[in-house]
């Protein structure tokens, strides 16, 4: 018997979180040119920046000496897990906390990173930023404070002290879309001003924008620090619904399958990202729920996952390479304002 209600909370609580991933990296790709392959190095920085502020400040905060009792320890995964409920008040705290720090985070990584990638040229950056997240990656299997290649695990969620699981998982999903609210406001802000025409204008002729003083390696220190920045709150999401994170979680598929999302619903189009998320999320889940289900155990849903997103994005390019919502206008207010008096001009 499949568990509806289940298979809902978990589809939308992952559909917010790939859905701000997709709609960052349609701003900093498919808006303004910068290529990134390496969306899950921000990503895995905002997770693991909210998983180890929360669990060492958890620890100390209750009196236990994180240094004789280190939160990937047993005792310490065992007293985490006494302590999660008994303070609602530190645990929200703790959440704002950790998303505040999951933004600047990985943000400023990203805004670090942006200047370096311009000494290597338009057409390496994104290997440049995939090398980056795998360098991280095998730093974090082999970096003892932060769980080396095991990770951390009990990681108390912001409403851990609600008795009832359903409804614990409703608060958090509640939380995740409202963050995902937030992100389309202010991707879309951006996106329809000013300088989103700027940054469409770097994307489709570098070398024109910069003779025409544009100071371009500002707007993509920018570009990269507000998407890393949000890429890194939904790490920190992802940290808090899982309730563990692990270098393995981390690795450049997580980055293709975000780059397939925005690819199925159109480049430069952020209706599109949610779209292109809302369905490669739901077939991620229906493999996961119903493959069990049917008894199917000799191909993983793994295998037929990416088989078939591989499928369907070659059989898209193909038959429509703009995606399912094709980029569309920007749409400023000094833009409507002479449509307008275009409008009422021609009328007269």
Known sequence: MIDVFGFLVSWLTLLGIYSILALTLNFESGVSGVTNFGKVLFYGVGAYAAAV??????????????????????????ALGRLAGQNPALNLALFALSLVLAFLAAGLLGYLLSYPILRVGPAFVGFTLLSSGELMRIFLQHFEPVGGSKG??????????IPEPRLREVAFLGVVLSLLALTYVVMDRLVNSPLGRTLRAVRDDEVAALCLGKHVPRLKATVLFIGSGFTGVAGALLAYYLTAVNPGMFVPAVTFNVWAM??????????????GAALLTLFDRLLTFLTPQLGITVVSPDYVRWFSVGLLIVALLLVRP???????????????????????????
């Open 53 to 78: 502020l929360t669990v060492y400040l958890m620890l100390a905060l209750n009196g236990v000496d994180v240094g004789r009792t280190p939160p990937y320890s047993v005792e310490g995964i065992v």
């Open 152 to 161: 951390l695990m009990s990681i108390p969620g912001p409403f851990a002290w």
């Open 322 to 348: 703009q995606g399912l919502f094709p980029e569309e206008p920007v749409r400023t207010p000094a833009l409507e304002e002479l449509e307008a008096a275009v409008r009422g001009g021609g009328g007269g």
């Open 262 to 275: 925005i690819i199925l619903g159109g480049m430069g189009n952020l209706r599109g990202s949610l779209v």
